[in-house]
């Protein structure tokens, strides 16, 4: 294996040691504490266990957090009615409703609803129209991760050819947005892109965001090239034992690592650097709202 591992468990503890010191000045200058709302409808496990580890993290970092746990059969009118509140609610900075919600709510919907300066989680319309215009705006925490860790591994990153693969509004639309403000030349690839692999093999950093397991092998790979692997899937692992699973990303690792100059493992790459990238828009957040300087090293 001759790619250097980039490493975003510790990318995502220096990010988050760097927000708790911007909130302690925050509240040592202004008086004020960063507030964080995460509104969890019913009772998926995977979003449950995700919750509760946005909220130790927030309070780990100084911040307020505020969770609201909805029953699944919560009406829209009822949801809708929280975010009001917490849109009015001028302790809370920012806000993000843990997706999917159940069937009955329409997420674009409730997305929406809140608060454009407040959607920490980038999705709301306007901050999407935003990012597209490169106008100031909040960015999805994936997408914004990712860019950090290629800034950080890669200093400038002018006139690089970036391939991001997947087209989805969480993250490859926002990344290629951001790639772009990079001054990168960016192609987004997708299951129609003719001839997929010879695509990818022109690129110096690869984003694959498809959510296929293993689904890029090494030969796509152009020697040196940066890989960030977006993908975070379950497969069988029978060499654990009957009926045991591993995580693999959407890269083949061993085969890619051969030939990438560096890429990002799966579990411990782009995973962690989510949840950083939540509490450092929470920040962000909260610094425009009250008119203070925003910290470096934390925005696009």
Same mark, same amino acid.
């Given at each position: 294996?001759?790619?250097?591992?980039?490493?975003?468990? #510790?990318?995502?503890?220096?990010?988050?040691?760097?927000?708790?010191?911007?909130?302690?000045?925050?509240? #040592?200058?202004?008086?004020?504490?960063? *507030?964080?709302?995460?509104?969890?409808?019913?009772?998926?496990?995977?979003?449950?266990?995700? !919750?509760?580890?946005?909220?130790?993290?927030?309070?780990?970092?100084?911040?307020?957090?505020?969770?609201?746990?909805?029953? %699944?059969?919560?009406?829209? &009118?009822?949801?809708?009615?929280?975010?009001?509140?917490?849109?009015?609610? %001028?302790? $809370?900075?920012?806000?993000? !409703?843990?997706?999917?919600?159940?069937?009955?709510?329409?997420?674009?919907? !409730?997305?929406?609803?809140?608060?454009?300066?407040?959607? &920490?989680?980038?999705?709301?319309?306007?901050?999407?129209?935003?990012?597209?215009? *490169?106008?100031?705006?909040?960015?999805?925490?994936?997408?914004?991760?990712?860019?950090? /860790?290629?800034?950080?591994?890669?200093?400038?990153?002018?006139?690089?050819?970036?391939? $991001?693969?997947?087209?989805?509004?969480?993250?490859?639309?926002?990344?290629?947005?951001?790639?772009?403000? +990079?001054?990168?030349?960016?192609?987004?690839?997708?299951?129609?892109?003719?001839?997929?692999?010879?695509?990818?093999?022109?690129?110096?950093?690869?984003?694959?965001?498809?959510?296929?397991?293993? /689904? $890029?092998?090494?030969?796509?790979?152009?020697?040196?090239?940066?890989?960030? +692997?977006?993908?975070?899937?379950?497969?069988? #692992?029978?060499?654990?034992?009957?009926?045991?699973?591993?995580?693999?990303?959407?890269?083949?690792?061993?085969?890619?690592?051969?030939?990438?100059?560096?890429? =990002?493992?799966?579990?411990?790459?782009?995973?962690?650097? =989510?949840?950083?990238?939540?509490? #450092?828009?929470? !920040?962000?957040?909260?610094?425009?709202?009250?008119?203070?300087?925003?910290?470096?090293?934390? =925005?696009?």
């Amino acid at each position: 294996m001759g790619a250097q591992i980039i490493d975003g468990k #510790a990318f995502a503890a220096e990010m988050r040691g760097q927000v708790a010191r911007h909130v302690a000045r925050i509240k #040592a200058d202004h008086g004020i504490t960063p *507030g964080l709302a995460v509104v969890l409808v019913g009772e998926d496990p995977a979003s449950q266990v995700y !919750v509760r580890s946005k909220g130790k993290m927030t309070a780990e970092v100084g911040m307020n957090s505020f969770e609201h746990k909805l029953d %699944a059969e919560t009406s829209e &009118v009822d949801l809708l009615a929280l975010i009001a509140r917490l849109n009015a609610d %001028a302790a $809370v900075h920012g806000i993000l !409703v843990q997706l999917p919600l159940p069937d009955h709510l329409d997420e674009d919907l !409730v997305i929406n609803s809140i608060d454009p300066a407040k959607d &920490v989680d980038g999705f709301h319309i306007s901050n999407v129209g935003l990012l597209s215009t *490169g106008q100031k705006s909040m960015v999805p925490c994936t997408p914004l991760g990712c860019l950090m /860790m290629l800034r950080k591994h890669h200093g400038s990153l002018s006139g690089m050819n970036a391939v $991001v693969i997947g087209r989805s509004n969480i993250v490859g639309k926002p990344m290629a947005q951001l790639l772009l403000g +990079d001054s990168c030349t960016v192609t987004i690839a997708h299951s129609r892109t003719r001839d997929l692999p010879d695509v990818v093999r022109r690129a110096d950093i690869v984003v694959a965001a498809v959510g296929r397991s293993e /689904m $890029v092998p090494g030969d796509w790979i152009k020697p040196g090239a940066t890989v960030i +692997d977006v993908g975070i899937n379950r497969i069988d #692992a029978p060499e654990k034992g009957a009926g045991k699973t591993r995580l693999v990303g959407d890269c083949e690792f061993d085969s890619c690592a051969e030939v990438a100059g560096a890429i =990002t493992p799966v579990p411990g790459g782009v995973g962690p650097m =989510t949840i950083a990238c939540l509490l #450092a828009n929470s !920040v962000t957040a909260c610094c425009r709202a009250n008119g203070i300087a925003e910290p470096d090293g934390l =925005t696009a």
